[in-house]
T-cell receptor
Framework: DAKTTQPTSMDCAEGRAANLPCNHSTISGNEYVYWYRQIHSQGPQYIIHGLKNNETNEMASLIITEDRKSSTLILPHATLRDTAVYYCIEGAQKLVFGQGTRLTINP | GAVVSQHPSWVICKSGTSVKIECRSLDFQATTMFWYRQFPKQSLMLMATSNEGSKATYEQGVEKDKFLINHASLTLSTLTVTSAHPEDSSFYIC?????????????FGSGTRLTVV
């Protein structure tokens, strides 16, 4: 079973930063935090992943708390094309998806 | 970047027939591939994990005789849905993990929509 907890849905205005929280309080030392998103009827798209340090790439930033029990995905300037279901997953040998957060970017 | 190709993207088959779905890693070697299914408005459910050259490991509740998985090379895994029935209609998605997961993580295919009539 999935071990992460995310809000069911969130809204964000276009051009603003979207901050998506995730709780992973049972994460073990060798498990990474992965973020993927899925746009309707497509395969999940990789966004970012991290172990304990904050990470940034061209898509997003990942902020992981010092105790590693939660993290936040930040989309710095959300666009309408960022509307999707976002999944936060803790994993090492395989990825088990939870229900994710349905993020809607509003014009 | 890492690319996983899944084929076909959609298929319609008659009840009782078998359907094969292919998953290929195009620019990297994948020691491990995963198969998921997704019903409408639900999340992805992991069905099985396949390692190149060995038998697949199925998640609890997934019938291994119905969903045959073959992972004959480091770039190809196949899922065969045998004796398909309408309740097998779903979106099937594969994922591949590179030899160096720190660089590629897990890459997903674009999915196969199976409709059994």
């Amino acid at each position: 079973d999935a071990k992460t907890t995310q809000p069911t849905s969130m809204d964000c205005a276009e051009g603003r930063a979207a901050n998506l929280p995730c709780n992973h309080s049972t994460i073990s030392g060798n498990e990474y935090v992965y973020w993927y998103r899925q746009i309707h009827s497509q395969g999940p798209q990789y966004i970012i992943h991290g172990l304990k340090n904050n990470e940034t790439n061209e898509m997003a930033s990942l902020i992981i708390t010092e105790d590693r029990k939660s993290s936040t995905l930040i989309l710095p300037h959300a666009t309408l094309r960022d509307t999707a279901v976002y999944y936060c997953i803790e994993g090492a040998q395989k990825l088990v998806f939870g229900q994710g957060t349905r993020l809607t970017i509003n014009p | 970047g890492a690319v996983v190709s899944q084929h076909p993207s959609w298929v319609i088959c008659k009840s009782g027939t078998s359907v094969k779905i292919e998953c290929r890693s195009l620019d990297f070697q994948a020691t491990t591939m995963f198969w998921y299914r997704q019903f409408p408005k639900q999340s992805l459910m992991l069905m099985a994990t396949s390692n190149e050259g060995s038998k697949a490991t199925y998640e609890q509740g997934v019938e291994k005789d119905k969903f045959l998985i073959n992972h004959a090379s480091l770039t190809l895994s196949t899922l065969t849905v045998t004796s398909a029935h309408p309740e097998d209609s779903s979106f099937y998605i594969c994922s591949a993990r590179a030899l160096d997961p720190l660089n590629y993580g897990y890459t997903f295919g674009s999915g196969t929509r199976l409709t059994v009539v």
